[in-house]
């Protein structure tokens, strides 16, 4: 029996379909139907809909020119503008068959965004821990005409992790750079930032000018990083980073040229291992860290292996009063070389005293010493016993000021740190450390960055060092979420 229902009753006769599946779908989520006309077959089991198709299942939205629901195989069919919403996932697509009880989406010409990535795709299939794609395009950059575009065979992309694209190619703008046979990025916004391939070049009194790539991969469920850098003081620079989940922590194999704080370079073979932290209480824990290696300064000459273990105790932030917190830390390594040994402790105080919502004034003490020697200078330690007073503030402008005495070389030095971000992408920071004693910078640091859609371009020149640099990175765009709309209300 055919029953036709109009748009304003086609709510209360949805909830009535589904109790007619059975008790246990009664007992769950309804699925709502709503259009200009609305078809009940009470035999068949079900139901169809033409003009301005809206459906509600779960925490699935959809909108649709036609619709064609057989509860009996629990399965809908949307066709014409499909528009689908579920979580932070949208779909637009021509056709579209959804899964009820697995809540999977088969679409046609569909368009999806995922997170931070786009997907075009001939064919998809989406469920609720992945989508998979044929023949598909995926970006991070507007839609509309991308810098950055990967093209593939297939696509897959894990919810909140990662998209892997098979027989892909890289393109930029309208040109084909690279093709693998498989290529994987984070889909997180922060970690697509790190996963990008990055190229890099500046300048640098050591290694003259430079030119680098870095370039991210994976091998299975290992994480990987190859870098490749070109100076024209002394040539070409490589190193290869692994690293992988090891007994609930993280081990790193680093193999290559590495550079220390001040850009001296360091050919190393290093093996880095981080346990999981031990947790101590509420906001406190104490982490630990293993390393073994050999390494060889350019620099010095100096060469040797060298093992090394680290803790460090994190406690949070002591509250008095209102206004009133204080920070306490504490970390030490001990260093083993072929013929000497390395210890360096370190305690860090803070006492913060809160002005108003966005200023502080701050008192903070650091302690760092050391009690041996050791061979090389990207590992050599600064001893201090430092009393730091300061202002802080924050907002769309931060500022952090402070006047310190350091004990040990009985220096005292000026800090100023500014950092802000204006309209149109813009962003700058300027972080300066002036030696009163010496009346020298010891650092100053100049930094501007402009976001445009896709990609971060930055430059960065520290002035005591001499060295200068580009960073250009692709970071996912904004538009990408604008590029699928969502369904019509």
Request: proline share 6%; aromatic share 8%; with cysteine.
């Amino acid at each position: 029996m055919l029953e036709p229902v109009r748009r304003s009753a086609a709510l209360l006769v949805a909830l009535a379909i589904l109790g007619t599946v059975s008790p246990a779908a009664a007992q769950g989520e309804p699925l709502v139907v709503e259009a200009d006309r609305v078809t009940y077959d009470t035999v068949a089991r079900t139901v169809e809909a033409a003009g301005h198709v809206r459906l509600l299942y779960r925490d699935t939205r959809a909108s649709a020119d036609y619709l064609f629901a057989d509860l009996a195989r629990r399965e809908v069919l949307l066709r014409g503008d499909v528009r689908v919403a579920r979580g932070d996932q949208r779909l637009v697509a021509s056709e579209v068959r959804y899964q009820l009880d697995t809540e999977e989406v088969a679409a046609t010409d569909a368009r999806v965004t995922a997170e931070a990535a786009y997907l075009q795709a001939r064919q998809a299939q989406l469920g609720p821990a992945l989508a998979v794609a044929v023949d598909a395009v995926a970006t991070f950059c507007d839609p509309s005409s991308p810098l950055f575009r990967v093209t593939a065979r297939r696509v897959t992309v894990r919810w909140a992790d990662r998209l892997v694209a098979e027989d892909a190619t890289l393109w930029v703008g309208g040109t084909p750079v690279l093709t693998l046979p498989r290529y994987e990025v984070r889909i997180d916004p922060e970690r697509a930032r790190r996963d990008f391939p990055s190229p890099q070049a500046g300048y640098d009194a050591l290694s003259g000018y430079w030119v680098a790539l870095r370039y991210p991969y994976r091998l299975a469920d290992v994480e990987a990083e190859a870098y490749g850098r070109y100076n024209t003081a002394f040539g070409f620079e490589f190193r290869n980073t692994l690293r992988a989940a090891l007994g609930g922590g993280q081990a790193e194999l680093t193999v290559g040229t590495v550079r220390d704080s001040e850009g001296r370079p360091v050919d190393t073979t290093e093996l880095r291992y981080s346990p999981p932290a031990v947790a101590l209480g509420p906001g406190s824990a104490l982490v630990a860290g293993l390393s073994l290696g050999h390494y060889r300064e350019r620099v010095t000459g100096s060469e040797g292996p060298k093992a090394e273990v680290s803790a460090g105790l994190g406690l949070p932030p002591l509250r008095l009063a209102d206004v009133w917190s204080v920070g306490l830390s504490a970390s030490a390594r001990y260093s083993l070389y072929r013929d000497r040994t390395l210890l360096v402790p370190s305690l860090g105080a803070s006492l913060d005293v809160r002005l108003d919502a966005r200023s502080s004034v701050y008192l903070a003490y650091a302690w760092t010493e050391a009690y041996g020697a050791t061979p090389f200078l990207f590992d050599a330690p600064t001893r201090q016993a430092a009393v730091t007073v300061g202002y802080r503030q924050t907002g769309s402008w931060r500022l952090d000021v402070g006047l310190q005495y350091d004990a040990v070389p009985q220096h005292v030095r000026v800090l100023g740190a500014v950092d802000t971000a204006l309209d149109g992408g813009w962003r700058f920071r300027v972080f300066a450390k002036y030696n009163a004693t010496l009346a020298s910078f010891e650092e100053l640091e100049l930094h501007a960055g402009r976001l445009c859609d896709c990609v971060d371009v930055s430059v960065t020149y520290r002035v005591p060092q001499q060295q200068l640099w580009v960073n250009v990175q692709v970071v996912p765009s904004g538009r990408v979420r604008e590029a699928v709309p969502e369904p019509l209300r």
